[in-house]
């Protein structure tokens, strides 16, 4: 059974199956839990066995946001939902309430904006320091992949989620980069000030996931240079890439567009509600942005 759970993609399991199986061990760096280990021992039903997942999924990803980690804390309540379960006391329907439960509870006395604000201003890295910021970018990358014409993958997991093979080498990008010394972009981006531009740099639309790991100064270049380079450019990696391949310019303004659009899919993807234009803008660090009232 654990070689199933851990990979999936040579079980027996039906395809939305492993589907949220591969997404959970991601979560759990293929570390499963007790809960995990109780549910497909007890739970013979796959239609119920999807349902009680996929909550899991949603908990396990919207806990990370909050506290930028798997806490103690929230392992021992699952833990102990897990011995509850495999005990027979309780049902897989309840099972279910109580993660649903759990997830509610997240966001007690406050929006899911704020929640989001409150992970990206505590951070002097912002989004980029969310430890589980590949994740979510990986789960973007495979929405774009889902949609492009020819479903090729184009970023493997295990060699993404890895922090680097060498120093100064890296798969998550700053588009407008860490170190933005070349004129290009200082001349873009002069008008803001430190605070400003570091808000820029981490928020969320900034953050490129690459094909593969890219030498770190390389980050430097102007965006043109980025975007059109012969085999390292985003116009010949990951679908992320080349969506942000296709802008001429990238300002704050297209860290912003990209933010947003970002944030619909997390919307919809774990079936939250972030709010608002100005809210989601607020969630992004950005509300510098926003165009001043005359």
């Known amino acids: 059974m654990y070689y199933q759970i851990v990979t999936p993609s040579d079980s027996k399991y039906n395809a ?3 589907v949220i199986l591969e997404q959970v061990n991601r979560l759990l760096e293929n570390r499963p839990q007790l809960l995990i280990y109780s549910i497909y021992k007890k739970e013979k039903n796959t239609k119920n066995r999807i349902a009680i997942m996929k909550e899991l999924e949603k908990f396990y990803f919207i806990q990370s946001l909050i506290s930028g980690g798997y806490t103690r804390r929230r392992r021992r309540g ?3 939902l897990g011995v509850q379960y495999a005990t027979g006391n309780i049902d ?8 649903k439960l759990s997830i509610s509870e997240l966001f007690t006395n406050r929006e899911f904006s704020d929640v989001l604000y409150g992970r990206f201003k505590d951070a002097s890295s912002g989004y980029y320091g969310w430890s589980f910021a590949k994740y979510f970018l990986f789960e973007y990358e495979l929405n774009l992949q889902s949609t492009s014409k020819t479903n090729r993958t184009k970023i493997d ?3 993404f989620s890895k922090e680097v093979y060498e120093k ?3 798969s998550v990008e700053h588009i407008y980069p860490q170190k933005a010394r070349n004129k290009y972009w200082t001349s873009r981006f002069s008008k803001y000030n430190q605070t400003q531009k570091r808000m820029l740099r981490n928020s969320l639309g900034n953050l490129l996931a ?3 790991p890219k030498n770190s100064s390389l980050s430097n270049n102007p965006f ?3 975007r059109d380079t012969e085999t390292t450019g985003y116009r010949f990696g990951s679908y992320s890439e080349n969506e942000v391949a296709l802008k001429n310019e990238w300002r704050g303004e297209e860290i912003l ?3 947003l659009k970002m944030l619909d899919f997390l919307e919809e993807r774990w079936q939250l509600n972030i709010g608002d234009k100005n809210k989601k803008i607020k969630a992004l660090g950005l509300s510098f942005l926003k165009p001043k009232r005359k």
């Open 210 to 212: 690459l094909s593969k």
């Open 78 to 80: 699952q833990e102990e």
């Open 168 to 170: 100064d080498y890296t």
């Open 92 to 99: 897989g329907k309840k099972l279910l309430e109580q993660i």
């Open 157 to 159: 997991w295990d060699t």
């Open 224 to 226: 043109n240079e980025k």
């Open 16 to 18: 939305e199956e492993k």
């Open 257 to 259: 567009e990209r933010g």
